[in-house]
Structure formats: structure tokens, C-alpha cells
């Protein structure tokens, strides 16, 4: 379909919702933490994973195949979601899923860093945004990070390479490009979302998704710089268009941990995140806490779907809860392939 013409939230969820019942629940988590590799694969290529299973197990084998399945899926999985939306829905739902032509960009840029060849770089892709396969190929086929910047100069993430690109050549470290490209991403997520929104209105509940997971990736960021004590600037890190932070407010806040936290706490998502604070401020890792944070999105997503069924709200839920999927299953198949005990696994997950 098209970004032409009206909405279509009915069809778009009703289709959602046969999707959403495929996805993985607890029991097939608990049986794939107790597999290896080989049994994993097995496993996925009895579920709707089968096709992309078969198609590349001539091609991969072991963690690898999962891997490249696991992409593929995402992207046809997504690729449909656009198909089936027309008007107002298409054009937002294309919107959020820029995010995959961020990962898409690092990816390039990683692979040429570290000197992969174009194809290992083109079977990392996820084929779920914007970008057409001819920027695709021609980022994998870059001969430097130079020319990846260069390539990027009529998109979206433009903004900010520049200055990026001299930090990168200055400390020959990807962090500034990386965060530039993720930072530039969320703070086009309102772009379809002109001025103020009406609330209980389509893009009133769009926007109040995408300032939730805006809200808690400052709340990530945040955190995770007022924990290792670093010299970083917070306003680089700071992303605008959500509803906790104010700009400036985080080079304050990150100063002061405990300041953090209880500004946190007092927050609209207070609640929500208590009992992960509560554990947060008694442990020397962020791990859990960032999960929670995860969860939370989940469930606030989930909440607006089944309380607005007639919007977009079914659609982004879905997304999160695809993406979840894809990384749950990640994280057993790699842990699994390096040993990592059923407990240790299960750290990296988030189930609901």
C-alpha cells in the first residue's frame, strides 16, 4: 500500500494479531536456553522461522544461520506490516522503522572498520527501512568510513556526521558516529507528528509511544553516565522530543545519582520502574535495570494496544515486541554457543 489515501488501523490489526500469536512465549524460551546451537536450529526451523531456516541453511550453519534467519524474518516480517498500511499509518509506521536504516548505516560502517568483505556486510543488513538496495550495496561496498559518511550526506543522518567524522578520525573510535546516527533517529521520530496532538487521536497515541521509548533511552544514557563517573559530555547523549528531560536538566542530574534516581521515581513512569531502582541502587550493574526499562516500553506499548485497538498503537506494540523476540533468541544462541550457563542467559532476556 501507499502513504497515499486514509488509514486502515482495522485491517493493519487484524492482521497484527495473527502475527503477534506466532511470536514465541515462555514455554519455548525455557525449552531453547536447555539446547545447543544445532538443537536451536532445529527447533526454529519447525516454527514460522522454517522458511528463512531453509533457504540459508545451505549457505550457514550454527549460530551464523540463526543469525541471518533471525534478520531476515525481522525484515519480512516488517516489509509486510508497510504493505498492508495505507495513508496516514503507512507514513508513520515507515517513520519508526528508520531505525533499521541506523542499524543498517553502523553496520556498513562497522564492516568496513574492521575490513569485511561487502557481502558479510550486505548479509548483516536488516532490509526494513528506507534505504533502497543501491545505498545499501554502495555502504557495503564503501572503501572507508569517509566514503560511508559521504554516501549518507542526502539522508536523514547527515546531521551531525561532520562533526562526528573528526571526533572518529581524532580517537579512531566508531562511539561518535554510532551515537550520532541513534541520536538522529529518535529525534526524527516525531517528524510525521506536526505541533501538538490531541490525545486519544492516531498520531496523539503515536507520539505517546515515541516519547516513552525516547524518555527511556535518556533514562539509559543517563544512568549509564552518572554510573561510570565519565568525563562525556551528557548534552551529547541527550535526545529531545521526550517528556522527562528537559535539555540542560541532564548535566545536572548526571552529576548527582541518587538526584537521578529520584527524579525518576517521580516521574509518570515512577511506578513502573520502582522495583527496578529499588534493585538499581542496591546493585553494581545496570543490566537488570536496563531490562526493566525494556520490559516497561513493552508492556506501556501493549497497554495503549488493547485500550485503543483502532490506531497505530497494535502496530509499534507488535515492532517491540517482534524486535524483543528476535534478540531473546539471539541472546540464547549466542550464550549457548560460548557456554554461558541457563542463568546467565536468562539475565540477557526479557520476557513478559
Known sequence: MSATGSSNPEYVNARVRSRRAALFAEEDYRKLVRMGTGEIARYMEETE????????????????????????????????????????????????????????????????????????????????????????????????????????????????????????????????????????FYEHLLDVADGRQAPNTPRGLYVEVLQAEIDFRNIRNALRLSRTGTDLDPDEYYIEGGKLFDEGELQQLVGSFDDLVEHIRESPYGDELSAALTDLNEADSLVSFEQALEAALLEYSDTLSYTYPVSICSALSYILAKEREIENIRAIARGREVGLSVEEIETEMVVL
Open 49 to 184: 522461522y522454517s522458511a528463512e531456516m531453509n533457504e540459508l541453511g545451505a549457505r550457514h550453519s550454527g549460530v551464523d544461520l540463526i543469525e541471518y534467519a533471525l534478520n531476515q524474518n525481522l525484515a519480512k516480517h516488517f516489509n509486510d506490516l508497510l504493505e498492508w498500511a495505507d495513508g496516514p499509518l503507512h507514513e508513520m509506521i515507515a517513520n519508526y522503522l528508520r531505525k533499521f536504516d541506523a542499524w543498517n548505516a553502523k553496520t556498513a560502517i562497522r564492516g568496513v572498520y574492521s575490513g569485511a568483505s561487502a557481502d558479510d556486510i550486505k548479509t548483516d543488513y536488516i532490509r526494513a527501512g528506507e534505504f533502497g538496495d543501491d545505498l545499501l550495496d554502495q555502504l557495503a561496498a564503501a572503501n572507508s568510513v569517509e566514503e560511508i559518511v559521504e554516501l549518507l550526506s542526502d539522508t536523514i543522518f547527515e546531521e551531525g556526521l561532520a562533526d562526528a567524522y573528526e571526533e572518529y578520525e581524532e580517537s579512531d573510535v566508531l562511539v561518535p558516529l554510532e551515537n550520532t546516527m541513534d541520536k538522529t
